[in-house]
């Protein structure tokens, strides 16, 4: 698979990845945030739900806009997606995670944190999301220059309603996010 296919279905499952943690009521910071240690695939501020009838806020400016602070309770999560097809060689992305993946990403949050001394006293933990990837239309021909996920995802009717085991279908993938392993390391 050329590179910038696998980049763009790891993207393609980040953002589903994405999708349903604004579903949980998650507020994502960032997506692929990177320093000189390596990126993160998702930074996810949690918090309770929002009460009945109360629409949950999806991202960081609405929170701005509507001049809300979230309850003292919230944390963040540090999330690393593994995108895999059917066959994987790594326990369908899991056993890519090894401890020097997870110093790296340790490193890479701590620098977050440093650069955003207003989050850093949230409690912080590192969670794991494994989706599953299966193409179901032809390869793109060699002159089609549109490969970019963001273009394909915009292409996209609407965002799909993301529930855990459920696979959905996104730009010509059927994607599931089968696994979220909360606090999967330390």
């Known amino acids: 698979m050329p590179e910038n296919q696998t980049l763009n ?19 994502i910071l960032h997506h692929r945030w990177h320093c ?3 990126e993160i695939d ?28 979230l309850p003292s309770h919230s944390f963040l999560s540090f999330v690393e997606v593994k995108t895999r097809s059917q066959r994987n060689w790594d326990a369908d992305g899991l056993l890519a995670i090894t401890p020097s993946k997870q110093a790296k990403l340790w490193q890479t949050a ?8 207003d989050l850093a006293n949230l409690p912080c933990r590192f969670d794991v999301a494994l989706v599953s990837c299966q193409r179901l239309s032809p390869r793109p021909r060699r002159n089609d220059t549109d490969t970019s996920a963001s273009s394909a995802i915009d292409k996209a009717i609407a965002v799909p309603q993301v529930q855990l085991g459920q696979p959905v279908l996104i730009a010509g993938y059927r994607l ?8 999967a390391f330390d």
């Open 9 to 27: 279905v790891g993207e393609l499952g980040e953002r589903l990845v994405a999708w349903w943690l604004q579903a949980q009521s998650g507020i």
């Open 36 to 38: 000189r240690w390596g």
């Open 42 to 69: 998702l930074i996810v501020q949690r918090h309770p739900v929002a009460g009945i009838g109360e629409k949950p806020l999806r991202d960081r400016k609405s929170a701005a806009k509507a001049k809300i602070s």
């Open 110 to 117: 701590q620098l977050f944190l440093a650069e955003h001394p």
């Open 176 to 183: 599931c996010l089968h696994d979220y392993i909360e606090s």
